[in-house]
C-alpha cells in the first residue's frame, strides 16, 4: 500500500491485547523488517486501568499506571516517531465499544 | 466507569501524566452517545470526565511544554506549564485523597516558592464529592462555571481566588478530592 501511495511514515503500529513490554513498540521495533518499519508514522498503545473510583483517581495509582509506559514510549522515541494513546478511558469497553462506534479523538494541546 | 466526579479527576490527571510521561496524544475512547458510562457527554447530561478535561486543557493551553514537580509516589500531583520563552504560566495542584460526600474533609497545603508577583489567581474543580454525578442532579464546577446538560455550553461566572505572595511563597489549600489550577 506504502508503495502505491508513494509515501512513507504513514501507519500507526499498535498492538493492544497484552501490556508493554509482551506487546509493544519496543516488541515491534525489535521484530519488524526494517522495510515495514519505514511506513511506520507513529506507535500506539491502548489502556483501560479500569478499577474503583477510590483507585482511579489516586494520584500515585495513575502514576504507577503510566509508568508501565515508561520504557516502550522510550523506544520509540529512540526511533524517532511519536507514541500516542491510541485508545484510553477509564472502564473497560463494553461489546458496543471499539468495534462498532469510531473514537473520539481528543488531542492534548501540546 | 460511572461518569463520577472522581472519574473527572481522573481524566485530567491521566491526561496530564500522560503529557510528562512524553505521551504525544492522549485519543479518549467514546462509545455510543447516550450509552457510554465514561463519555466526556451524554445526549442529554453532561459527563463529569468533561470537566477534568477541561481542567487539563486551562493548564495546557497555549503552553510549549510542562512538568510534573513530584515524584508521583503520593496523593498529591502538581504540574507545571510553560511558556515558549521558558517561564512558568499556570500550575495545576491536586488533592487526590478520597472524599466520599459526607463528614470532615480533609486538605493539603501546598507551597509554591520562587515568585515574583504579588499575588496568584485560581480556579478551583470541585464537587460534593467522589461519587458526584452532573447527569444525577449533582453539581460539579469548575471556576464557579458548569457546563449544561445537552449542550456543553458553559454557564456561570469564572470565578477566580486570590491568594496573597509573600516573600516569594505563597500557600494554597487544596481540599480532599479537589484539584486548583494557579494562574501566575
Not at chain 1, 522510550?74 to 484510553?88: C, M, N, P, S, W
Request: hydrophobic share 35%; with cysteine.
Amino acid at each position: 500500500m506504502g508503495t502505491a501511495v508513494g509515501r512513507k511514515n504513514i501507519i500507526q503500529a499498535g498492538n493492544s491485547n497484552d501490556a508493554p513490554p509482551t506487546w509493544g513498540a519496543e516488541e515491534l521495533i525489535a521484530t519488524q523488517n526494517s522495510t515495514v518499519k519505514e511506513y511506520v508514522k507513529n506507535y500506539a498503545h491502548h489502556n483501560y486501568p479500569g478499577g474503583s473510583v477510590t483507585s482511579l483517581m489516586s494520584h500515585s495509582g495513575i502514576s504507577s499506571n503510566l509508568r508501565r509506559f515508561d520504557a516502550d514510549i522510550a523506544a520509540a522515541l529512540r526511533t524517532g516517531k511519536q507514541y500516542v494513546f491510541g485508545e484510553t478511558n477509564s472502564g473497560k469497553p463494553g461489546p458496543a465499544g471499539p468495534r462498532t462506534t469510531g473514537p473520539l479523538l481528543t488531542r492534548s494541546v501540546l | 466507569m460511572s461518569p463520577t466526579f472522581g472519574a473527572a479527576l481522573w481524566t485530567m490527571d491521566y491526561s496530564l501524566r500522560a503529557t510528562y510521561s512524553n505521551m504525544s496524544r492522549t485519543y479518549f475512547h467514546h462509545g455510543t452517545v447516550g450509552n457510554c458510562q465514561y463519555c466526556f457527554w451524554g445526549r442529554y447530561s453532561m459527563g463529569a470526565p468533561y470537566y477534568g478535561a477541561t481542567a487539563a486543557v486551562a493548564l495546557m493551553a497555549g503552553a510549549s511544554h510542562l512538568t510534573a514537580l513530584d515524584t508521583g509516589r503520593t496523593a498529591y500531583g502538581a504540574y507545571a506549564a510553560f511558556g515558549s520563552g521558558g517561564a512558568p504560566l499556570r500550575v495545576l495542584l491536586y488533592n487526590s485523597d478520597y472524599y466520599a460526600g459526607t463528614g470532615a474533609r480533609s486538605s493539603q497545603s501546598f507551597v509554591l516558592t520562587g515568585l515574583n508577583v504579588s499575588s496568584v489567581k485560581a480556579k478551583r474543580l470541585t464537587a460534593a464529592g467522589a461519587m458526584a454525578r452532573q447527569d444525577q442532579g449533582g453539581t460539579i464546577t469548575f471556576g464557579g462555571q458548569i457546563f449544561g446538560n445537552g449542550t456543553c455550553v458553559v454557564s456561570g461566572a469564572e470565578t477566580f481566588e486570590t491568594a496573597v505572595v509573600a516573600d516569594g511563597s505563597v500557600t494554597l489549600s487544596v481540599k480532599a478530592t479537589e484539584a486548583l489550577l494557579v494562574y501566575l
